[in-house]
Each structure stands twice: as C-alpha cells, then as structure tokens.
C-alpha cells in the first residue's frame, strides 16, 4: 500500500518561533498533497491543496504568509508554521493523492504545542 | 461549495450492527470515501464509492446513491475497538476532498 511519513510525530516550542513540519510520500509519486489541521474533538479542516512545482491554494481563512507551504518535489512538501502562538497548538496532518490511485494516504499526524 | 452531513454521535452494542448515515450536496461529485479515525491518530481508509450500490469489505460495507446524495457505512459484528470517529468525505471533480464532522461511535458491551 502507499505510505505517508510526518516528521516530527510531536513538536513543542515556543511562542514566537517557527516550525516546520515534514510530508512524505514514501512509495509512491504524490502529484497532490493536503494539509489538514484538527483540534480536540473536532473533525479535520482542510488548510491547504498543494500541487507539485506550484503555489498552494489556501482555504478561506487561513493565512497564507502564517501557514507557508512548500512542495519542492513529487514526494516531499512542507508545512511551516511561522511566528507560532498557542491558539497554533494542534494536530496537524497530511494526506497525498496521485493520478493513479483515488484515495488519499494520510501521515501520522504532527501534534503541535506551542507554549 | 460542499455540504456534508453526518450525526455527530452514536452508540451500539458489542456484536450488533450499526448504520451511519451521510448525506452530501455537491457542485461536482467524483466519489465517496469513509474513514475511520481514533482518537489521537490520523484517519484510516475504510471504502470508496464512485457507482451506486454496496460495496462489501469484510465487516464493513458502504453504500451511494448518488440521485439522493447519500450514503452510509454498515459496520456488521461490532467490536470494541470499533469505538472511533467515523468520517465521510467527497471528492469532486477538482481532486478536490471535502470532510463531514465525524460520526463518534461508541461500543458498548
């Protein structure tokens, strides 16, 4: 089956700093991947749609130039989350598609806690 | 933009079946997905739906009917460790998913 990787599993900083968080892909090419963030008891939210080699396209209400998304190659994109505050705090994870398969591969998930 | 609906809780009994309902309405519709998700895990993929009708996977089944934008997930012999959220999302027709809120399913002994 495909698998997604996230890294770190966990995070914990500081208010004020930036964090980024890693998607992979680990077996297959991943043309699109997504970034979904989920508080307690909450279901998933979609933050973001990023397609390989272009501009993620954010869903309304999320800042763009807070949550910075990269998606340098096939198999690897990037979320940093920048200037964190504890409201930031989270569960946050990825998922990737590609043209042949029709499902998505979720990650791990990253839980993030900013203090 | 997408609607999708799901009751937020449920509760069954060990061994019984129990049937959760999803309705949706889409601008475009390019199949049905229900995921199951544990508390503290990313969600896991249970079945796809793109034609009407039932698709069998063991103890769990899903049904579309994509004239009445509905479907549900049939979970047969429940166990405990069934207890999990139970998501359905849509896929339109830009690659686009778009998530219910989850459906809590408690099994109970």
């Known amino acids: 089956g495909a698998v997604v990787s996230q890294h770190p599993s966990w995070v914990i900083c500081k208010s004020g700093t930036s964090v980024k968080i890693e998607c992979r892909s680990l077996?297959?090419?991943?043309?699109?991947m997504f970034w979904y963030r989920q508080f307690p008891k909450q279901s998933l939210m979609l933050m973001a749609t990023s397609n390989e080699g272009s501009k993620a396209t954010y869903e309304q209400g999320v800042e763009k130039d807070k949550f910075l998304i990269n998606h340098a190659s096939l198999t690897l994109s990037t979320l940093t989350v920048t200037s964190a505050h504890p409201e930031d705090s989270s569960f946050y994870i990825c998922s990737a598609t590609s043209g042949s398969r029709h499902e998505q591969y979720f990650g791990p998930g990253t839980r993030l806690t900013v203090t | 933009g997408q609607n999708i609906d799901q009751p937020t809780e449920m509760t069954a009994t060990e061994g019984a079946i129990v049937q959760i309902n999803c309705t949706y309405q889409?601008?475009?519709?390019?199949?049905l997905f229900w995921y199951q998700q544990h508390a503290g895990e990313a969600p896991t993929f249970l079945s796809y739906n793109v034609l009407d009708g039932l698709e069998e996977k063991g103890r769990f089944s899903s049904f579309l009917s994509r004239s009445k934008g509905y479907s549900y997930l049939l979970l047969k012999e429940l166990q405990m460790k069934d207890s999990a959220s139970y998501l359905c999302a849509v896929r339109d027709t830009g690659n686009q998913f778009y998530f219910g809120t989850g459906t809590s399913l408690t099994v109970i002994p």
């Open positions: 077996d297959f090419q991943a043309t699109t």
């Open positions: 889409t601008s475009g519709f390019n199949g």
